[in-house]
T-cell receptor, first 113, second 114 residues
Framework: GEDVEQSLFLSVREGDSSVINCTYTDSSSTYLYWYKQEPGAGLQLLTY?????DMKQDQRLTVLLNKKDKHLSLRIADTQTGDSAIYFCAESKGSSNTGKLIFGQGTTLQVKP | IAGITQAPTSQILAAGRRMTLRCTQD?????MYWYRQDLGLGLRLIHY???????GKGEVPDGYSVSRANTDDFPLTLASAVPSQTSVYFC?????????????FGQGTRLTVV
């Protein structure tokens, strides 16, 4: 299947860490992505991870991949009010005959001052 | 400035009318995509194209058609619009189908079918 599932809402206080979770069903997915959407805008890539990696860190962002459980998470350290947005998990099958890029429902992150 | 452009920005359309949403990119990307975004449902893939001359169905293709006559353009057509097609539509492109490249998104087209 091609389902990508996320919880819809997360609220944290400024300065805390945020963890956004995602599950996917297709074990053939080769790349997994996190995108950010600010109000009234399109999506922008935050980070991605290849399926043979367990973890990737990029400044305040840490991506963890549990391939056995098909679970992906995005941790934002020291969350700021400017991090308030919708975060989308996406999977890319990487197969030459599909090229599909499938997104989850999006998690709205609310950061309280 | 290189990028991906959608037109129109917004549109109110009478049910039953035909409408084409335009998408153009100048990055020479092979792959292009059309998504619709609805509250609580995220982005759902409508149609995609791996390269000029080829197209494929996504998760929700019914009521929509696409064409890819050249690398730059990927129009989405609603042959006979229905209210359930009210949504925000995003076009995206990326360099290839290998999965290791960033997808660039347009700013979206807000379509209301009445």
């Amino acid at each position: 299947g091609e389902d990508v599932e996320q919880s819809l809402f997360l609220s944290v206080r400024e300065g805390d860490s945020s963890v956004i979770n995602c599950t996917y069903t297709d074990s053939s997915s080769t790349y997994l992505y996190w995108y950010k959407q600010e109000p009234g805008a399109g999506l922008q890539l935050l980070t991605y991870i290849f399926s043979n990696m367990d973890m990737k860190q990029d400044q305040r962002l840490t991506v963890l991949l549990n391939k056995k459980d098909k679970h992906l998470s995005l941790r934002i350290a020291d969350t700021q009010t400017g991090d308030s947005a919708i975060y989308f998990c996406a999977e890319s099958k990487g197969s030459s005959n599909t090229g599909k890029l499938i997104f989850g429902q999006g998690t709205t992150l609310q950061v309280k001052p | 400035i290189a990028g991906i452009t959608q037109a129109p920005t917004s549109q109110i359309l009478a049910a039953g009318r035909r409408m084409t949403l335009r998408c153009t990119q100048d990055m020479r990307h092979n792959a292009m995509y059309w998504y619709r975004q609805d509250l609580g449902l995220g982005l759902r893939l409508i149609h995609y194209s791996n390269t000029a001359g080829t197209t494929g169905k996504g998760e929700v293709p019914d009521g929509y058609s696409v064409s890819r006559a050249n690398t730059d353009d990927f129009p989405l057509t609603l042959a006979s619009a229905v209210p359930s097609q009210t949504s925000v539509y995003f076009c995206a492109s990326r360099d290839g189908t290998g999965g290791n490249t960033e997808a660039f998104f347009g700013q979206g087209t807000r379509l209301t079918v009445v």
